[in-house]
């Protein structure tokens, strides 16, 4: 494969917008802003991956990330105090540390992507990727697939028993249930003597 | 080319969506402030809106990302499925009786219902 | 070249939209009783378009602003993005992707962000309920709409619209799969948040996420929404109904007459219904709808082996 | 000034009028749904034209002054049988009935030809709270959650408030007098968490509702028990039509308030009902049962249908003598939910329609005077007085469309013992549907 | 756009992502980082299959594990995080490593 001068510029483009969408996620007031950043920056690399050929993953990726980003976005709505960054807010510990990681971390990956060398294999002409994709998945690497199907029902369960609240693993937070509704009533949450029985469901 | 067409198509929509906005918005008065108080028919707010919200449908998100993921493996399945015949067929069968579980688990436990 | 593949998607797509959406505006109104009431039918709606375009554009207190201002702008590039994957003939097609089905996927999947972000940056209450209330919809009907074209891809053994339609050749999906089409239109009616499924800006929330919204930004959203409604339906024609595929006429006329069909029972169903409710909907979704599109596909599966 | 051609065309769409309701008017709402080039829209930022019709008390204005800033330029306000903000110099008054659709129309269209300038914006420009060049950035916030950003506090609980096993932050607001889901003057306190509501307390009651003539005449003399009926079944159908705006079908809406132009003793509602079945109102868009329930002193306090529809059969017309001459029993609903209401509706008008043939046929009057069953209760020595403070007990945990749909089913102003004057007298009664 | 080019986006993604991962207090945030840092990976997953594998079909076949990964990852973390949350009212990762003790 050869790109042409267009896909050249395509990619430039793309490469900084995912960037400096990614770099944008960290300092951005807005939780929820900060969310759709990174969507933006799963697109740029998802395009990045149709100008690769890679037709089929480019446009999963715009479909499996915007809803995970949008789910990102709801639960930043969960948690935040100030989900929306009226009050700039800068919640980070070991800043320094990070970024020398971070820098660090970057050097040494770009240094081995510049310094090694890669067998050069490009795609046949006649490839068709979605097509291999599928033969594949039911070829050589059912396993893969068959696992992928086990795992993703396991997290499923997971996801249920820990996050519904009733569960069948007992009655975990059986006091939740209904919701509180009277300001400063009882408390609905888990009650402190239950504690270690509770995150024993858990864990 | 395609990925060129759809971004000229998105961008230029996306364009002239933007000036549709802006163009007639030039000369107008700026809203005052009591203009842009949110509308509560004639009630006044104490806050802005934006606070920590008791999403209740989450657990149903959640699970809707494993689904996703599973259907995200069911495209290339779907492409090669008269190809392969009864090996496909038999997973499709797995693969929706997976999802059929995964369904049932979560209805038993009221994931559906919002809490 | 640049002429045909660039140019060329590009109006047809906003042909459509601007057609489109006057028609949407027509045909909701002609389907309403008491349509005649308001002066002519066919200037009424380019004369409330003319009045939203004099009307000042508010804003509120401290909306998140680039939000704010792109999202109407947004969800309408999401329809024009999703006509342009039409395909009006063999060779008329504005974009021809391998992976046009998926990618139609993913534009169901993005406008549920873009009416989340409508309702989320005008920081105002009613605008807010709105939006959370719409993610649950839309993320319970991807799901199904993954499903019902996952089985219309089975038998074209491709992503690419225009197989899809090869495909139809003999038989129409909307017969050989006789589930698709309405678990499809219900999908249509929650990607435009249209009639029993406007959880987004309903009623009861004196307007939902537009409730904020006046003049030119609040045009540009009924006009993304209607074109998403003429999207969806030129989506389902040819998933469906055989897209260009029938005697006598040419193709993209008979593309128009088959999404026109899918836009006016669209309409049809948005009148005849009351709102759901929010929760209810989603238990709809994942309950019934989802299960029904499951038998769907097994049902495409086993038509797409005995047919080949 | 040239006019240009958009304003032209723009002069040609129907006037978007956001109605304020005030005290004794009647069924304006409804009357004004059936006019021709006026659309009755749910929030200011949607018209273009401010109507304010009837009575306004001092403690409301403040809140119609809000609503007033709210509408986008240019807009202007009529008002109607209301005395007019002094800051408004040129004030559209519109006194008869009449010829208020023509000049509300009449009143959009010279605001687009610039023949009328838009309204002067009547509070001060200025934030809640200062905050420009306040606090930590000059954005008026202080720290993650103090201060006031951009002119407000930031929504937080003072309290820890743990629910539901997560900390739960509520907002509270106060909603109304002038919106359109709610009873016309009622502002209440409304706390959220989420979408369910969390509290609901009343700080404006609502104004007091008026009946059509013919029930207060029925306290003085007898009536034709036909006309009584028809009033009674038109009273519930216009109560219908905005709870089916409410639940979001508009088209059944207009359907049902259609029906209440030529309401007769023939009339049928069968193909109605048979749609909002159809439809799936009850399975799909009310309340589920259960959603709403009053107790039995609470209906027997708030009378009407409401006690029925709880499965109390008290209905004052049952000691009518004539009545039960026309073999007349109170028809009853079991549940007492919010669903139980919508169909006890549909109930009464049926047999209100059912009793006004009969009655026709045998050309009866009423035979009590001072015990009348009006449409939103009985009326003896005692009359439905307000109890708007019941919403405060029901609403609390229904999520906010159940609320609404809740609160549309209600009947919970008073009754105002005076018929109303010119001119809204002539908007009840048979009058009203000749659009 | 070249194999090189290509792999110092992908690390230059990685690194923001190592930041934002080590950096955030809040649990959320913190998951960003680490779908950013999965998000290089994926990236340069492609880039290898179209470079320098010849079209071998488990190029793409990593890559979607990853985002499976990926999607496995946020949805038992987030659920993590209810759970924990329900115990604890906490959702700052220092919080959470008191927890442990």
Same mark, same amino acid.
């Given at each position: 494969?050869?790109?042409?001068?267009?896909?050249?510029?395509?990619?430039?483009?793309?490469?900084?917008?995912?960037?400096?969408?990614?770099?944008?996620?960290?300092?951005?007031?807005?939780?929820?802003?900060?969310?759709?950043?990174?969507?933006?920056?799963?697109?740029?690399?998802?395009?990045?991956?149709?100008?690769?050929?890679?037709?089929?993953?480019?446009?999963?990726?715009?479909?499996?990330?915007?809803?995970?980003?949008?789910?990102?976005?709801?639960?930043?709505?969960?948690?935040?105090?100030?989900?929306?960054?009226?009050?700039?807010?800068?919640?980070?510990?070991?800043?320094?540390?990070?970024?020398?990681?971070?820098?660090?971390?970057?050097?040494?990956?770009?240094?081995?992507?510049?310094?090694?060398?890669?067998?050069?294999?490009?795609?046949?002409?006649?490839?068709?990727?979605?097509?291999?994709?599928?033969? %594949?998945?039911?070829?050589?690497?059912?396993?893969?697939?068959?696992?992928?199907?086990?795992?993703?029902?396991?997290?499923?369960?997971?996801?249920?028993?820990?996050?519904?609240?009733?569960?069948?693993?007992?009655?975990?937070?059986?006091?939740?249930?209904?919701?509180?509704? %009277?300001? !400063?009533? %009882?408390?609905? !949450?888990?009650?402190?003597?239950? %504690?270690?029985?509770?995150?024993?469901?858990?864990? | 080319?395609?990925?060129?067409?759809?971004?000229?198509?998105?961008?230029?929509?996306?364009?002239?969506?933007?000036?549709?906005?802006?163009?007639?918005?030039?000369? +107008?008065?700026?809203?005052?402030?009591? +203009?842009?108080?949110?509308?509560?028919?004639?009630?006044?707010?104490?806050?802005?809106?934006?606070?920590?919200?008791?999403?209740?449908?989450?657990?149903?998100?959640?699970?809707?990302?494993?689904?996703?993921?599973?259907?995200?493996?069911?495209?290339?399945?779907?492409?090669?499925?008269?190809?392969?015949?009864?090996?496909?067929?038999?997973?499709?069968?797995?693969?929706?009786?997976?999802?059929?579980?995964?369904?049932?688990?979560?209805?038993?436990?009221?994931?559906?219902?919002? +809490? | 070249?640049?002429?045909?593949?660039?140019?060329?998607?590009?109006?047809?797509?906003?042909?459509?939209?601007?057609?489109?959406?006057?028609?949407?505006?027509?045909?909701?109104?002609?389907?309403?009783?008491?349509?005649?009431?308001?002066?002519?039918?066919?200037?009424?709606?380019?004369?409330?378009?003319?009045?939203?375009?004099?009307?000042?554009?508010?804003?509120?207190?401290?909306?998140?602003?680039?939000?704010?201002?792109?999202?109407?702008?947004?969800?309408?590039?999401?329809?024009?993005?999703?006509?342009?994957?039409?395909?009006?003939?063999?060779?008329?097609?504005?974009?021809?992707?391998?992976?046009?089905?998926?990618?139609?996927?993913?534009?169901?999947?993005?406008?549920?962000?873009?009416?989340?972000?409508?309702?989320?940056?005008?920081?105002?209450?009613?605008?807010?309920?709105?939006?959370?209330?719409?993610?649950?919809?839309?993320?319970?009907?991807?799901?199904?709409?993954?499903?019902?074209?996952?089985?219309?891809?089975?038998?074209? @053994?491709?992503?690419?619209?225009? @197989?899809?339609?090869?495909?139809?050749?003999?038989?129409?999906?909307?017969?050989?799969?006789?589930?698709?089409?309405?678990?499809?239109?219900?999908?249509?009616?929650?990607?435009?948040?249209?009639?029993?499924?406007?959880?987004?800006?309903?009623?009861?929330?004196?307007?939902?996420?537009?409730?904020?919204?006046?003049?030119?930004?609040?045009?540009?959203?009924?006009?993304?929404?209607?074109?998403?409604?003429?999207?969806?339906?030129?989506?389902?024609?040819?998933?469906?109904?055989?897209?260009?595929?029938?005697?006598?006429?040419?193709?993209?006329?008979?593309?128009?007459?088959?999404?026109?069909?899918?836009?006016?029972?669209?309409?049809?169903?948005?009148?005849?219904?009351?709102?759901?409710?929010? @929760?209810?909907?989603?238990?709809?979704?994942?309950?019934?709808?989802?299960?029904?599109?499951?038998?769907?596909?097994?049902?495409?599966?086993?038509?797409?082996?005995?047919?080949? | 000034?040239?006019?240009?051609?958009?304003?032209?065309?723009?002069?040609?769409?129907?006037?978007?009028?956001?109605?304020?309701?005030?005290?004794?008017?009647?069924?304006?709402?409804?009357?004004?749904?059936?006019?021709?080039?006026?659309?009755?829209?749910?929030?200011?930022?949607?018209?273009?034209?401010?109507?304010?019709?009837?009575?306004?008390?001092?403690?409301?204005?403040?809140?119609?002054?809000?609503?007033?800033?709210?509408?986008? /330029?240019?807009?202007?306000?009529?008002?109607?049988?209301?005395?007019?903000?002094?800051?408004?110099?040129?004030?559209?008054?519109?006194?008869?009935?009449?010829?208020?659709?023509?000049? #509300?129309?009449?009143?959009?269209?010279?605001?687009?030809?610039?023949?009328?300038?838009?309204?002067?914006?009547?509070?001060?420009?200025?934030?809640?709270?200062?905050?420009?060049?306040?606090?930590?950035?000059?954005?008026?916030?202080?720290?993650?959650?103090?201060?006031?950003?951009?002119?407000?506090?930031?929504?937080?609980?003072?309290?820890?408030?743990?629910?539901?096993?997560?900390?739960?932050?509520?907002?509270?607001?106060?909603?109304?007098?002038?919106?359109?889901?709610?009873?016309?003057?009622?502002?209440?306190?409304?706390?959220?968490?989420?979408?369910?509501?969390?509290?609901?307390?009343?700080?404006?009651?609502?104004?007091?509702?008026? #009946?059509?003539?013919?029930?207060? /005449? /029925?306290?003085?003399?007898?009536?034709?028990?036909?006309? $009584?009926?028809?009033?009674?079944?038109?009273?519930?159908?216009?109560?219908?039509?905005?709870?089916?705006? #409410?639940?979001?079908?508009?088209?059944?809406?207009?359907?049902?308030?259609?029906?209440?132009?030529?309401?007769?003793?023939?009339?049928?509602?069968?193909?109605?009902?048979?749609?909002?079945?159809?439809?799936?109102?009850?399975?799909?868009?009310?309340?589920?049962?259960?959603?709403?329930? $009053?107790?039995?002193?609470? #209906?027997?306090?708030?009378?009407?249908?409401?006690?029925?529809?709880?499965?109390?059969?008290?209905? $004052?017309?049952?000691?009518?003598?004539?009545?039960?001459?026309?073999?007349?029993?109170?028809?009853?609903?079991?549940?007492?939910?919010?669903?139980?209401?919508?169909?006890?509706?549909?109930?009464?008008?049926?047999?209100?329609?059912?009793?006004?043939?009969?009655?026709?046929?045998?050309?009866?009057?009423?035979?009590?005077?001072?015990?009348?069953?009006?449409?939103?209760?009985?009326?003896?020595?005692?009359?439905?007085?307000?109890?708007?403070?019941?919403?405060?007990?029901?609403?609390?945990?229904?999520?906010?469309?159940?609320?609404?749909?809740?609160?549309?089913? $209600?009947?919970?102003?008073?009754?105002?013992?005076?018929?109303?004057?010119?001119?809204?007298?002539?908007?009840?009664?048979?009058?009203?549907?000749?659009? | 756009?070249?194999?090189?080019?290509?792999?110092?986006?992908?690390?230059?993604?990685?690194?923001?992502?190592?930041?934002?991962?080590?950096?955030?207090?809040?649990?959320?945030?913190?998951?960003?980082?680490?779908?950013?840092?999965?998000?290089?990976?994926?990236?340069?997953?492609?880039?290898?299959?179209?470079?320098?594998?010849?079209?071998?079909?488990?190029?793409?076949?990593?890559?979607?594990?990853?985002?499976?990964?990926?999607?496995?990852?946020?949805?038992?973390?987030?659920?993590?995080?209810?759970?924990?949350?329900?115990?604890?009212?906490?959702?700052?990762?220092?919080?959470?490593?008191?927890?442990?003790?």
């Amino acid at each position: 494969m050869t790109p042409s001068l267009g896909t050249h510029i395509a990619f430039g483009v793309l490469a900084a917008f995912a960037v400096l969408t990614g770099w944008r996620v960290f300092c951005t007031d807005s939780m929820v802003r900060a969310s759709f950043f990174l969507l933006l920056s799963f697109i740029a690399v998802g395009a990045i991956m149709i100008l690769l050929t890679a037709e089929y993953l480019g446009v999963a990726m715009f479909c499996m990330m915007a809803v995970e980003m949008m789910v990102m976005a709801l639960f930043m709505v969960m948690f935040m105090m100030n989900p929306a960054g009226l009050n700039p807010m800068k919640m980070v510990h070991q800043e320094r540390v990070a970024i020398v990681v971070g820098v660090i971390a970057f050097v040494v990956l770009s240094a081995v992507a510049v310094l090694s060398e890669f067998p050069d294999a490009p795609l046949p002409a006649e490839h068709v990727p979605t097509i291999s994709l599928g033969r %594949e998945l039911l070829g050589d690497s059912m396993l893969v697939f068959e696992t992928a199907g086990v795992v993703l029902l396991t997290t499923m369960v997971g996801v249920v028993v820990l996050s519904s609240r009733r569960g069948r693993y007992g009655c975990a937070d059986d006091g939740s249930m209904p919701p509180g509704l %009277e300001p !400063g009533g %009882e408390p609905a !949450g888990q009650p402190s003597e239950e %504690e270690g029985e509770h995150t024993h469901h858990h864990h | 080319m395609a990925l060129l067409t759809l971004t000229t198509v998105l961008m230029a929509t996306l364009g002239l969506g933007w000036l549709l906005q802006w163009l007639p918005a030039r000369g +107008q008065p700026k809203p005052t402030y009591p +203009q842009r108080a949110p509308f509560l028919g004639g009630g006044s707010p104490d806050t802005h809106a934006w606070n920590r919200y008791h999403i209740r449908y989450y657990p149903m998100t959640l699970l809707l990302i494993a689904f996703e993921m599973e259907m995200m493996f069911m495209y290339p399945w779907a492409v090669v499925f008269v190809e392969k015949g009864a090996m496909a067929v038999m997973e499709m069968g797995m693969f929706l009786a997976i999802l059929s579980v995964g369904i049932v688990y979560a209805w038993r436990e009221g994931v559906f219902r919002w +809490q | 070249m640049i002429l045909d593949q660039l140019i060329l998607p590009w109006l047809l797509a906003w042909l459509m939209v601007g057609l489109g959406a006057y028609l949407v505006a027509v045909l909701d109104r002609l389907l309403a009783t008491g349509s005649a009431r308001d002066g002519s039918v066919w200037l009424a709606p380019l004369a409330s378009a003319a009045w939203l375009m004099t009307q000042q554009a508010t804003t509120t207190e401290a909306p998140d602003a680039p939000a704010w201002r792109l999202a109407p702008a947004l969800y309408l590039a999401l329809a024009a993005t999703g006509l342009a994957l039409v395909p009006w003939s063999p060779t008329l097609v504005g974009v021809d992707l391998a992976t046009s089905l998926v990618l139609w996927g993913s534009l169901e999947a993005l406008a549920t962000v873009v009416i989340f972000l409508h309702g989320w940056s005008a920081n105002a209450h009613l605008a807010l309920i709105g939006a959370y209330r719409y993610v649950a919809l839309g993320l319970s009907y991807l799901l199904i709409s993954m499903f019902v074209l996952i089985g219309v891809a089975l038998p074209a @053994e491709s992503l690419r619209l225009t @197989e899809v339609v090869a495909a139809q050749t003999s038989l129409w999906h909307v017969v050989s799969q006789p589930l698709g089409l309405p678990l499809f239109l219900m999908v249509g009616l929650g990607l435009t948040f249209w009639g029993p499924l406007d959880l987004a800006d309903s009623t009861d929330l004196s307007g939902g996420t537009a409730v904020e919204r006046s003049g030119p930004p609040r045009l540009v959203w009924a006009l993304a929404r209607a074109a998403m409604l003429v999207a969806f339906s030129a989506i389902a024609a040819t998933a469906f109904l055989g897209g260009w595929l029938g005697p006598w006429l040419p193709g993209p006329a008979w593309l128009l007459i088959k999404s026109l069909a899918v836009l006016v029972a669209l309409l049809w169903l948005g009148r005849r219904l009351p709102r759901f409710a929010p @929760e209810r909907c989603v238990t709809l979704m994942w309950v019934v709808l989802l299960p029904l599109s499951f038998i769907d596909l097994i049902w495409a599966g086993a038509v797409a082996l005995w047919m080949a | 000034m040239a006019v240009s051609w958009q304003r032209r065309l723009a002069a040609h769409a129907p006037a978007a009028v956001f109605l304020a309701e005030g005290a004794r008017i009647g069924p304006l709402r409804e009357t004004l749904a059936l006019s021709p080039g006026i659309r009755l829209v749910d929030t200011p930022r949607h018209a273009s034209v401010l109507l304010v019709a009837g009575d306004i008390p001092t403690g409301w204005r403040d809140d119609l002054r809000r609503v007033h800033d709210q509408l986008p /330029a240019p807009f202007a306000s009529v008002w109607c049988c209301c005395e007019p903000f002094e800051a408004l110099h040129d004030p559209i008054r519109i006194d008869t009935l009449e010829a208020l659709p023509q000049g #509300v129309a009449e009143t959009h269209r010279e605001l687009m030809l610039g023949k009328r300038d838009s309204a002067p914006r009547l509070q001060p420009d200025e934030p809640p709270n200062p905050w420009e060049g306040l606090g930590d950035d000059g954005h008026g916030g202080e720290g993650m959650m103090g201060g006031t950003p951009y002119g407000r506090p930031m929504a937080m609980n003072m309290q820890d408030d743990l629910r539901d096993g997560l900390t739960l932050d509520t907002l509270t607001f106060r909603l109304g007098p002038f919106h359109s889901g709610l009873p016309p003057g009622l502002q209440a306190e409304i706390s959220l968490q989420g979408d369910l509501v969390q509290a609901w307390t009343v700080t404006r009651k609502p104004f007091a509702s008026v #009946v059509e003539p013919i029930f207060h /005449a /029925a306290r003085q003399a007898p009536v034709p028990i036909a006309e $009584l009926e028809l009033s009674r079944a038109r009273h519930h159908l216009r109560r219908l039509y905005r709870g089916l705006l #409410v639940a979001g079908w508009p088209r059944l809406a207009e359907r049902t308030l259609s029906l209440t132009g030529q309401l007769s003793p023939n009339s049928d509602i069968t193909a109605l009902r048979r749609s909002l079945e159809r439809g799936g109102l009850w399975r799909l868009a009310l309340p589920e049962p259960g959603r709403g329930v $009053l107790d039995e002193a609470q #209906v027997r306090e708030l009378g009407g249908p409401a006690v029925r529809a709880a499965g109390i059969d008290e209905d $004052l017309r049952s000691h009518d003598a004539h009545y039960r001459r026309l073999g007349f029993a109170p028809t009853c609903r079991d549940a007492g939910d919010t669903a139980a209401r919508w169909r006890q509706w549909l109930d009464e008008i049926e047999q209100s329609l059912w009793l006004a043939g009969q009655a026709a046929r045998h050309d009866l009057k009423t035979a009590e005077t001072d015990a009348v069953e009006t449409p939103r209760g009985p009326w003896t020595d005692a009359f439905p007085h307000d109890m708007s403070d019941l919403l405060g007990q029901v609403l609390p945990g229904l999520e906010w469309g159940e609320a609404m749909l809740t609160l549309a089913s $209600l009947d919970v102003s008073a009754l105002d013992l005076h018929p109303l004057e010119e001119p809204w007298q002539r908007s009840t009664g048979d009058r009203e549907g000749r659009a | 756009m070249t194999l090189t080019t290509l792999l110092i986006l992908a690390a230059a993604l990685i690194g923001i992502g190592l930041y934002g991962a080590l950096s955030q207090q809040s649990f959320v945030m913190l998951m960003m980082g680490l779908e950013l840092m999965l998000n290089g990976v994926m990236l340069a997953a492609v880039a290898f299959w179209a470079f320098s594998g010849t079209g071998a079909p488990e190029g793409q076949l990593l890559t979607i594990v990853v985002m499976a990964v990926m999607a496995i990852e946020m949805a038992l973390g987030f659920a993590l995080v209810v759970a924990v949350f329900r115990a604890k009212q906490a959702d700052m990762t220092e919080a959470l490593s008191e927890l442990k003790q």
